[in-house]
Nanobody, 126 residues
């Protein structure tokens, strides 16, 4: 049974940092791309970052480029999202998702990921 559990969210002041973690269980992480997505109240879920399985290539949404960094540790079955220079606009519930993808993860939409965590709240105060 595929399971993903996010942690590390919380309340932080603008300019601060948080590190989100995504713990995977029930499957071998190696063959899966992992994406981080977020959803703010009244908005659609959007892709934040992803990391492919076959070559480790990464993708970042323009809104977070240069501030966020995604990484994975397949042996520990963990994926991380380091978030620096946080802004109030980053406030959202953050989700990690896993899927076997044939191409680079940058080409896939949230609906194409079949395995999701429950989400962790990130709130950035001004």
């Amino acid at each position: 049974q595929v399971q993903l559990v996010e942690s590390g969210g919380g309340l932080v002041q603008a300019g601060g940092s948080l590190r989100l973690s995504c713990a995977a269980s029930g499957f071998t992480l190696d063959g899966y791309a992992i994406g981080w997505f977020r959803q703010a109240p009244g908005k659609e879920r959007e892709g934040v970052s992803c990391i492919s399985s076959h070559d480790g290539s990464t993708y970042y949404a323009d809104s977070v480029k240069g501030r966020f960094a995604i990484s994975r540790d397949n042996a520990k079955k963990m994926v991380y999202l380091q978030m620096n220079s946080l802004k109030p606009g980053d406030t959202a519930v953050y989700y990690c998702a896993a899927e076997r993808l044939a191409l680079s993860c940058r080409y896939y939409q949230p609906s194409e990921y079949g395995n999701w965590g429950q989400g962790t709240q990130v709130t950035v105060s001004s």
